[in-house]
Structure formats: structure tokens, C-alpha cells
């Protein structure tokens, strides 16, 4: 195996996306119980769409499929990249609105919400953003964590693409 991850198999390039998306979901967790910096409810749908990103991966990892099956497993691995992008680039944009504009805090959290309400209601609640999910707790390089996560996505979800349809 090459040290350019470029050239490694597919099995090994879905391993080391598994790997990554858990090493972040594994950060997420650190930033809420150690630096109790408790997630809003956008946060947790990124967590999720980096779940299933994982889940994809490691089966697409574990299987080693032929060509129709990398190219299956890769778009399912860009669709949840796609949906976690458009979730963080929400998250990115509300951070950065007048303070004005900024949506009032909801009270209820997501638990309780997918519990009182249709899960069509709770998710245009979600994306409509709340004042929680304007607060900038976290800052690396002048980014947000939404910002990262966006670039995470976007990078992983180019990464499953390229391990897909690459020529073998």
C-alpha cells in the first residue's frame, strides 16, 4: 500500500472515511462532556449525517464490491454528505446573521420535540434555525464548527466519489 491514500484500494479508502467520520463524531463527544459545551439541535443532525456517513463507509469498507457496488455505496456515502453539508451550511449562515435577524431561542430540545411533534414539523423547526444554534462557542482558524464540518463533508463526500468511480 502507497502512502498517498489517492491510490489505495477501495476497501482501504472507505476503511479510513469509517475511521475519520468516527474520529469526529469521537471530537464532538469530547467538545460536549469535557468542555461541556452542550450541542444545539442542528449540531446533532450533523452528528447524525457523520453517523451515517460512517455506517456507509464501513459497509462498503467490509464488503469490497465490485464496480456497480462501489458506485452505490459511494453516492449513498455523498448523499448524507450532502444532506450534513447543507445542514452545517445552514448552521454557518445562521452564525453569521445581523443580530437582529438572529432567530429567538427555542426552549424545547430536539428530544423533546421529536416527541410532540410530526418529524416533518420538528425538522422545519430545525433548519429554521434558533438562537442556541447563532452562538459561537468554538473558533479554529477563524472557523466555526459549522464551517468545519461543512469542509468535512465536502472533503469526505469528494473522497467517496474519487474511491467510486475512480478507474481501477
Not at 22 to 42: E, R, T
Not at 61 to 75: D, E, M, V, W
Not at 80 to 98: D, E, K, N, T, W
Request: aromatic content about 12%.
Amino acid at each position: 500500500m502507497t502512502l498517498n491514500p489517492l491510490n489505495w484500494s477501495f476497501r482501504s479508502q472507505f476503511a479510513a472515511g469509517c475511521i475519520v467520520c468516527v474520529s469526529l463524531l469521537g471530537y464532538a463527544l469530547y467538545v460536549q462532556h469535557h468542555m461541556l459545551m452542550m450541542p444545539c439541535p442542528m449540531c446533532i443532525l450533523q452528528r447524525v449525517a457523520f453517523a451515517v456517513m460512517a455506517v456507509f463507509f464501513l459497509l462498503g469498507a467490509l464488503h469490497g464490491p465490485g464496480r456497480i457496488g462501489r458506485r452505490i455505496y459511494s453516492l449513498l456515502v455523498v448523499l448524507a454528505a450532502s444532506v450534513g453539508g447543507a445542514i452545517s451550511g445552514r448552521h454557518f449562515q445562521i452564525q453569521h446573521l445581523p443580530a437582529d435577524e438572529v432567530p429567538l431561542c427555542n426552549s424545547m430540545g430536539l428530544d423533546y420535540m421529536l416527541e410532540a411533534f410530526p418529524l416533518r414539523e420538528v425538522l422545519a423547526k430545525v433548519l429554521t434555525g434558533s438562537g442556541e444554534c447563532a452562538k459561537i462557542d468554538w473558533v479554529f482558524l477563524g472557523l466555526s464548527m459549522p464551517g468545519w464540518t461543512f469542509i468535512c463533508f465536502s472533503i469526505l463526500g469528494v473522497g467517496a466519489l474519487w474511491a467510486g468511480f475512480r478507474k481501477r
